[in-house]
């Protein structure tokens, strides 16, 4: 098991908001708190190395971005993808069901649907 999926798994579901930050100083912007569990959760997400494992990816699918996050959803969803088998297209879409985040959810899916239809 990557340590950095142990950190994601840790870490959870990074907060909302990433791409509507305001700018320091105003009403709304993020705390440093919040600040700084994005940047772990950048830096986690920046260390894996692809292909993750089943098991990893079983984690991964819990502790997706329900925002974007200026394209670290996409290094997110390519690893959980690096598990794809053709042979095992049930058991992906099962694993996709599993995703705590609706916007990613509907990413996996449609990027699976893309393939069987091209498939066909």
Known sequence: MQDAVLKIKDLGAPPEG??????PGDEGFPSDETLDLWEEYQNAVDSIVRPVT???AE??????????MAGIEWTIL?????????????DFRSLIEKCNSDMMKNMLLERLQNYINNRE
Do not use: G, N, V, Y
């Open 78 to 90: 390519h690893c959980i993808e690096s598990t794809f088998a053709p042979e095992s297209i049930e």
């Open 59 to 68: 984690i991964l699918i819990k502790c997706c971005p329900t925002d974007h």
């Open 18 to 23: 990433f791409e509507d930050a305001a700018c």
């Open 54 to 56: 089943w098991e990893e």
